[in-house]
């Protein structure tokens, strides 16, 4: 643009001047490069058009793309929201079928411990033949058995837990005993046995009975000694019970037994501090 002001310039000043009335060569070519500069310069305003419509062209194709991206990654989040919703639902259905399942095991197994310890079939005697001796003693009737424990066949072991703990929880001590007792009798090998055995002794213990509550803990520890944490919270009741009972020296070994025995346990820092408690006195 400043050449062709220039040249614009020039012709101005040449035309304006005297020397220059008249039209000669230079004259009329330096006319011609200015024709020809404007038309070079026409032909850049042309193209610097053409590269804005293009350059918008560009653009809009661009946010196009951008906002086809913007949608393709909305519909992804949403379709992996869509499967983390359904794999949720999936994962709470199977543990609700590995409940059940668990459930149904128990029953099964329960049905299998009332199978093997139904009494034996009583064995009917034959009437005498007839035309024998009728002061004859009748042969004596076998011996009876010994009385096998009563099972409840269809009763869930979760059901029969779950409603003795129930009572234990409403402090109905009497009947939470009861429950956890024919819970035990029922099912002596299910894990669930040393806890109902513990809240035995917990109800005792809650009910300020503390023989019983002593005699209770100590089962649970000579009956279910491979439960590691149903141990480690019997060895401190019983340490507490002792305290109650006034044998202090019993405590004191109790307490001892959860600080050497279940030293990760969280009864084990409570002995520990009931431990600094007693030989302070």
């Known amino acids: 643009?400043?050449?062709?002001?220039?040249?614009?310039?020039?012709?101005?000043?040449?035309?304006?001047s005297p020397v220059w009335a008249g039209p000669n060569k230079e004259y009329l070519q330096l006319l011609a490069e200015i024709r020809m500069l404007q038309?070079?310069?026409?032909?850049?305003?042309?193209?610097?058009?053409?590269?804005?419509?293009?350059?918008?062209?560009?653009?809009?194709?661009?946010?196009?793309?951008?906002?086809?991206?913007?949608?393709?990654?909305?519909?992804?989040t949403l379709a992996i929201n869509n499967i983390g919703d359904t794999v949720r639902v999936l994962r709470e259905k199977a543990d609700d079928t590995n409940v059940r399942i668990s459930t149904v095991a128990q029953e099964i197994q329960a049905l299998r411990q009332a199978i093997a310890s139904a009494p034996p079939p009583q064995v009917v005697t034959p009437a005498a033949p007839t035309g024998t001796d009728p002061s004859a003693q009748p042969a004596a009737p076998p011996p009876a058995a010994s009385q096998p424990p009563v099972v409840l066949i269809g009763v869930s072991p979760q059901r029969m837990f779950e409603s003795a703990y129930d009572d234990f929880t409403a402090n109905r001590y009497d009947t939470a005993i009861k429950g956890f007792e024919l819970f035990i009798q029922t099912f002596p090998r299910l894990p669930q046995a040393a806890d109902a055995q513990f809240n035995i002794g917990a109800s005792y213990y809650n009910q300020d009975k503390w023989t019983e509550a002593r005699d209770a803990f100590q089962l649970v520890t000579t009956q279910y000694p491979q439960n590691a944490d149903i141990n480690a919270q019997a060895w401190f009741k019983l340490g507490q019970t002792y305290e109650q009972l006034k044998q202090v020296d019993l405590a004191k070994k109790a307490y001892e037994t959860v600080v050497q025995k279940y030293a990760t346990s969280f009864q084990a820092t409570q002995a520990a501090q009931a431990l600094q408690r007693l030989n302070r006195r």
């Not at 643009?1 to 040249?7: D, E, G, N, P």
């Not at 850049?44 to 913007?70: E, I, M, P, V, Y």
């Open 1 to 16: 643009m400043k050449k062709i002001t220039a040249l614009l310039l020039a012709g101005l000043a040449l035309s304006a």
């Open 39 to 76: 038309e070079q310069n026409a032909q850049l305003q042309q193209l610097f058009g053409t590269l804005q419509d293009a350059l918008k062209a560009f653009s809009s194709k661009l946010d196009d793309q951008a906002a086809s991206n913007r949608k393709a990654t909305a519909d992804q």
